[in-house]
Nanobody, 128 residues
């Protein structure tokens, strides 16, 4: 079982930066067994993959619309995964979710239905 709690959302101006964090509580396995992802969902839209990182932190994948602006990272000792968001745009406004995938190995961004555990989400609002 994995419980995920996101933090760090808020309101920003276009061009600003925000850093999202996701703290994991894990039982039965260890945090570094899991690949981790960040997703977002805007009102009326489907949930979309933003970034993902494999169990080791050695491989990371990004959606085209955030490449060069967002960076995903993880600290297995602290059981945390982060999303550094720079050069924010109004279209980045959404609820951002952290997710865990029990397989652990990644070779691309995975769709939402591949993930096993989800956080409750944190709102990010970017104004122009």
């Amino acid at each position: 079982q994995v419980q995920l709690v996101e933090s760090g959302g808020g309101t920003a101006q276009a061009g600003d930066s925000l850093r999202l964090s996701c703290a994991a509580s894990v039982s039965g396995r260890t945090f570094n067994n899991y690949a981790m992802g960040w997703f977002r969902q805007a009102p009326g839209e489907e949930r979309e993959a933003v970034a993902a990182i494999d169990w080791s932190g050695g491989s990371a994948y990004y959606a085209e619309f955030v490449k060069g602006r967002f960076t995903i990272s993880r600290d297995n000792a602290k059981k945390m995964v982060s999303l550094q968001m720079n050069s924010l745009k109004p279209e980045d406004t959404a609820v951002y979710y952290c997710a865990a995938d029990a397989y652990g190995v990644l070779d691309s961004l995975l769709p939402a239905d591949e993930y096993d555990y989800w956080g409750q989400g944190t709102q990010v609002t970017v104004s122009s």
